[in-house]
């Protein structure tokens, strides 16, 4: 166990530190929104490992800027200050959280905020624990996510467009209208890892092993959006099962497929397994969109693909409700796809 000192993240016991081999490198796929053939990237990259990186974007990199900084000041307050601004309202997983991750006991080296997207696509007032009127640091920060939130939905609905296309779907807008829909339940998340706590002792007590800010997992979700300042930590899960570390590059998005376009696509693409291991001695601050359906969206394996399956359909129908309701039961790590694939899987 390690026992973290008071004030950086609060008092708690984390599971030991592991002394592991650094992961080796991902091969990201790479792919730039411009190219002509990007639909066809995207589905390869989604087959694959099911996480690829993004350029071409159009997004300013001052906006990316402004907002890293605004994270930047916002965690620098003391722990009583996020709480009052963002709320830790009881029973909602959206505002500040520090260090404990959904509710089934999962701890991580991290604090985050988390907000719900709105049907205008803004980012959720945060009322119920926040402050009643938050400060002007804090409204500059909300005004600033919903500008950012605003281009990366617009970026997810972009993306979904080019595999409705890439996978030859005829109705092209199959996948987009789960997102740009004014129900739909998408979420803000910005995390920051602060750095590792052993590179503060003197050199002869530091053990140099890994610290889990994120524990392994998969989103839910149908695509996550992630942009990272330059820290590393990020590692996805390989075919094989084993882990490599994501380069970090803060002028580019990182797309994940998430369990819900697993099911959509039949099992075709992979929703990617990832954690992130804190060992830098610089803080790392990620923001991620995760895109999701309206609460009571039917999702079902897109017959086009069950089709080109010869015809075995891989997943049971569900609402997106029923699958947060069953995540949301289990801890991080665990497969919860499988509570859903049809019995002669
Ligand atoms: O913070 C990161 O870089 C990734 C975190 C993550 O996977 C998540 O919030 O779902
Ligand atoms: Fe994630």
């Known amino acids: ?49 099911g ?3 993004v350029t071409g974007h159009g997004v300013a990199p001052e906006l990316l800027a ?15 200050e ?44 945060l009322s119920a624990g926040g402050e009643a009127s938050p400060s002007p640091a804090f409204c500059l920060f909300r005004d600033l996510l ?21 996978l030859g779907l005829r109705e092209k807008d ?4 789960l997102v740009s829909h004014e129900e739909s339940d998408s979420m803000l998340r910005v995390n920051h890892y602060p750095p590792h706590p052993e590179l503060k002792l003197p050199l002869q007590l530091q053990g140099h092993g890994n610290l889990t800010g994120f524990g392994e997992h998969t989103d839910p979700q149908i695509i996550s ?4 300042n ?44 990832h954690r992130v291991m804190v060992s830098s001695p610089r803080p790392r601050v990620s923001v991620i969109f995760f895109a999701g359906p309206p609460p009571q969206e039917r999702l079902v394996p897109l017959p086009w693909l069950v089709a080109e399956d010869g015809g075995h359909r891989r997943y049971r129908e569900f609402t997106w409700r029923e699958y947060k309701a069953s995540a949301d039961r289990t801890k991080l790590a665990e497969n919860r796809l499988c509570h859903f694939e049809t019995e002669d899987d």
């Open 174 to 177: 199959a996948l987009v209208r």
């Open 82 to 125: 996020k709480e009052a601004a963002a709320g830790v309202p009881p029973g909602s997983p959206f505002g500040y959280g520090s260090k404990r991750i959904g509710s089934n006991g999962d701890l991580g080296w991290v604090e985050y905020l988390l907000l719900a997207v709105t049907a205008a696509g803004e980012t959720a007032p």
């Open 230 to 273: 330059d820290t590393s930590g990020l590692e996805i899960s390989l075919r094989d099962g084993s882990w490599a570390s994501v380069p970090p590059d803060r002028n580019s998005f990182f797309v994940n497929v998430g369990d819900l376009l697993q099911v959509l696509t039949n099992g075709r693409f992979r929703s990617v397994r």
């Open 1 to 49: 166990m390690v026992v973290l000192a008071k004030g950086e993240l609060e008092e708690i016991a984390l599971p030991a530190v592991q002394k592991a081999a650094a992961s080796p490198v991902a091969d990201v796929p790479e792919i730039d929104l411009g190219w002509e053939d990007a639909a066809a990237a995207v589905v390869a990259a989604c087959e694959g490992n």
């Open 146 to 166: 919903n500008e950012y939130v605003v281009a990366v939905r617009s970026m997810a609905c972009n993306l979904l467009g080019l595999i409705a296309e890439g």
């Open 66 to 80: 402004r907002v890293e900084a605004a994270a930047a000041a916002f965690f620098a307050m003391t722990p009583p």
């Open 51 to 53: 996480f690829f990186k």
């Open 225 to 228: 959006v992630l942009r990272s």
